[in-house]
């Protein structure tokens, strides 16, 4: 398969890399310093794309690659494919699910816990030596506290097993109510933030899904809520979340994800209410290798003909 032509979108894990690299004939896409001129010369070689949620595979790369047969990303989130256009190219597209929902689900509730019981906040309080003046305030319990799950895919349902287990009452929002759930469903976004003391973000990001989490929502939360994003940034219309916060209309915020990652809205970091991580939800070792073990698994049954292992189209 060395000849086969894989163009990697953007720098995402060495193990990845070195695993593509044994395989195939490796494209380095940002180490091209002329992208146009580096497509006309290899497009005909190319024959795979790899993507992750930072960059991905749109109309235009697709069209530049008349040789594309199939887009391996390195995410479950498949919002930086252009899926459309897969489709009516029969580009094939497969992503990594399953194998990073523990993750995700872990560091959500770590959000939670953080931004209630202000961990960070009190880690800096000892670092700096103020707890020799005095103890720490009290903060706010996560038991029992009720939780607005919106979209209750495989790691919306990870998220609410959990919070299941700190006794908290459940409810979500999807575009269709589940079946097979206990949880109680809400219609609307709107709803289910009125009943939710804690909203948690967990649903793909789509044209339906962009700025759900908008002012009225955000104002519907109130002083008191919690908003917690593991999903995508653009799910959330940023400015209005961080003037909340600022002005105190929101009680406060566990954010993993941004609308325009790496940079965060600096008014946030003297927020003490605020926990801000660097997209790091499949971060860990044991996820990412499972991850880039799917991403070249998928690939290689591709070019072997055989059935896709994670296959989306
Ligand atoms: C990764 C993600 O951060 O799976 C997703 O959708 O956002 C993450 O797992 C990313 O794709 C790794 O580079």
Known sequence: MDSIGVLMACPMFTYL??????????????????????????CNSIRAVVGNASAGADSDLINALPKLE???????????IDLGKCREKGIRVTNTPDVLTDDVADLAIALILAVLRRICESDRYVR????????????????????????????GMAIATRAEAFGCPISYYSRKEKPDTKYKYYPSVLELAANS?????????????????????IDTLGP?????????GPHV?????????????????????????PHVPEELFKLDN?????????????????????????????????????PVV
């Open 237 to 261: 219309d940023e400015p209005e979340l961080v003037s909340a916060l600022v002005e105190g209309r929101l009680g406060g915020a566990g954010l993993d994800v941004y609308e325009h990652e």
């Open 224 to 232: 008191k809520g919690v908003i917690i994003n593991i999903g995508r």
């Open 128 to 155: 700096s030596g103020l707890w020799k003046k005095g103890d720490f305030k009290l903060t706010t319990k996560f038991s029992g506290k009720s939780v607005g799950i919106l979209g209750l895919g495989r790691i």
């Open 274 to 310: 605020v926990v801000l991580l660097p997209h790091v939800g499949s971060g860990t070792w044991e996820t990412r290798t499972a991850m880039a073990d799917l991403v070249v698994g998928n690939l290689e049954a591709h070019f072997l003909n055989k059935p896709l292992l994670t």
């Open 197 to 217: 003391q804690i909203l948690v973000v967990a649903c793909p990001l789509t044209e339906e899904t962009r700025h759900i989490i908008n002012r009225e929502v």
């Open 70 to 80: 199939i887009v391996s990303s390195f995410s479950v989130g498949l919002d930086k």
């Open 17 to 42: 890399e070195e695993e593509l690299e044994k395989r195939f004939n490796l494209f380095r896409f940002w180490k091209v310093a002329d992208r146009a001129e580096f497509l006309k010369e290899n």
